[in-house]
């Protein structure tokens, strides 16, 4: 099994506790990520969820295997492609923000397509990033995420 599918595979969903400090406006916080990772910038783009996240062992663990995947996906270099595909909102207390990537340098084809997802929740006095996930797929919409 390629070592990208498997880390990636090893990555579910990173979970914070609701102690975590409210982002303003969740496209911005999910753009800024986004942008960290087309630009071929893994730890860039860690540190930025990582200041979303509770400081908990798990979380750190799963963090480290999420710079090990962005590391590993990205080392082609940047993507041609970073567009925000979907925003999805439930109510007025939940949004789910998808982004499309295209790394054109991948040796494995389907490593092209790398799509992340952020999961925001409102506290009621702003929004909290409860998830982020990511998969690598050629199909749309992407295969296990209900969209």
């Known amino acids: 099994?390629?070592?990208?599918?498997y880390l990636i595979?090893?990555?579910?969903?990173?979970?914070?506790?609701p102690a975590v400090s409210?982002?303003?406006?969740?496209?911005?916080?999910?753009?800024?990520?986004?942008?960290?990772?087309?630009?071929?910038?893994p730890d860039?783009?860690?540190?930025a969820i990582e200041s979303s996240l509770a400081p908990m062992p798990s979380v750190q663990y799963n963090?480290?295997?999420?710079?090990a995947a962005l590391s590993s996906l990205t080392k082609s270099g940047p993507a041609?492609?970073?567009?925000?595909?979907?925003?999805?909102?439930y109510g007025?207390?939940?949004q789910i923000v998808t982004y499309y990537l295209y790394f054109p340098n991948q040796d494995v084809p389907e490593n092209h397509f790398?799509?992340?997802?952020?999961?925001?929740m409102s506290d009621g006095s702003g929004w909290i990033m409860t998830s982020f996930d990511l998969k690598t797929s050629g199909k749309f919409p992407v295969p296990g995420w209900g969209d």
């Open 1 to 5: 099994m390629n070592k990208i599918f």
């Open 9 to 17: 595979s090893l990555l579910t969903s990173l979970q914070v506790s």
């Open 22 to 41: 409210a982002v303003v406006d969740p496209s911005a916080t999910s753009r800024e990520i986004s942008t960290f990772v087309a630009k071929a910038k």
């Open 44 to 47: 860039a783009a860690v540190a």
């Open 63 to 67: 963090l480290e295997q999420l710079r």
């Open 80 to 89: 041609d492609v970073n567009d925000e595909i979907s925003v999805k909102k």
């Open 92 to 94: 007025q207390s939940i």
């Open 114 to 120: 790398l799509f992340l997802r952020y999961t925001f």
